[in-house]
């Protein structure tokens, strides 16, 4: 039985939601000390009404192909949020193909970012900015000054940027678990392995919160600048799909 990358990154993404989960809150009373964090393998097969056998297999990353009423059954065992669950059956039925290289974008989108009275740019899925206006460049980041402009680099690489950010703990930790979402789903891309190699080398804040595993999609969040001598916060909307490219996403930030 073969293990592919995408399998892997499902059966750890498993391990690590059944680790997070302390017994008590499963309904599992025990007073002995347990050997393992969360719950165990044959706990979490029992909740789920599979083999032992079979829930290992899909942690150990063999490619199996496990139905919805299993993934269903896994999901309320390991009490996923509405989030996790949806990425777990992306990671499962979603036949994600590889993401664009040095793609075309039309200059028009450029115009349109440019006509908008508050920040906004347009980042491909690998979260790189390609297009952004001067409310942008002005009051969030100045992009103009980097070569790289991942916005995990900026965060995470580029002391100036974060401090700007008043609610920098909780922004980035949203941030970390939209983009892991992203990298489940195409584990296998060249780009996106480079970004990680980097962050993890050179950030310990992204190697702690890459390493829980949390994932969110995108959703409307806010956000804290630094201006000058005053705070301003941003209520921040995406929209996907722009102009029919799947792997753009257009950033709002509406002030509050």
Request: glycine share 2%.
């Amino acid at each position: 039985m073969q293990t592919t990358i995408r399998s892997k990154v499902f059966g750890e993404y498993l391990k690590s939601r059944r680790e997070r989960i302390q017994p008590d809150k499963a309904g599992i009373k025990t007073n002995r000390r347990r050997r393992t964090p969360g719950l165990s393998r044959e706990e979490v097969a029992y909740f789920s009404h599979i083999s032992v056998t079979y829930y290992t297999w899909l942690e150990q990353g063999k490619d199996i192909h496990p139905s919805r009423e299993v993934l269903l059954n896994i999901s309320k065992a390991l009490q996923l949020t509405p989030d996790e669950k949806e990425h777990l059956f992306n990671l499962t039925y979603t036949d994600d193909s590889a993401l664009p290289v040095d793609k075309y974008y039309d200059a028009s989108l450029k115009y349109a970012v440019d006509e908008l009275p508050f920040p906004s740019f347009i980042t491909d899925q690998r979260s790189k900015v390609i297009f952004w206006n001067e409310e942008a460049e002005l009051k969030l980041f100045p992009f103009s000054s980097f070569e790289e402009r991942h916005l995990l680099q900026l965060l995470f690489l580029e002391k100036s940027c974060r401090d700007r950010i008043q609610n920098a703990d909780e922004f980035l930790a949203y941030s970390v678990a939209v983009w892991r979402n992203i990298y489940d789903r195409f584990p296998e891309d060249r780009i996106l392995n480079q970004l990680l190699v980097t962050l993890q080398n050179q950030s310990e804040l992204f190697r702690n919160l890459w390493d829980q595993h949390h994932i969110e999609q995108k959703k409307v969040s806010f956000i804290s600048i630094k201006e000058r001598d005053q705070m301003k916060q941003y209520r921040i909307h995406s929209a996907t799909r722009v102009d029919g490219n799947e792997d753009l996403n257009w950033c709002m930030y509406i002030p509050v």
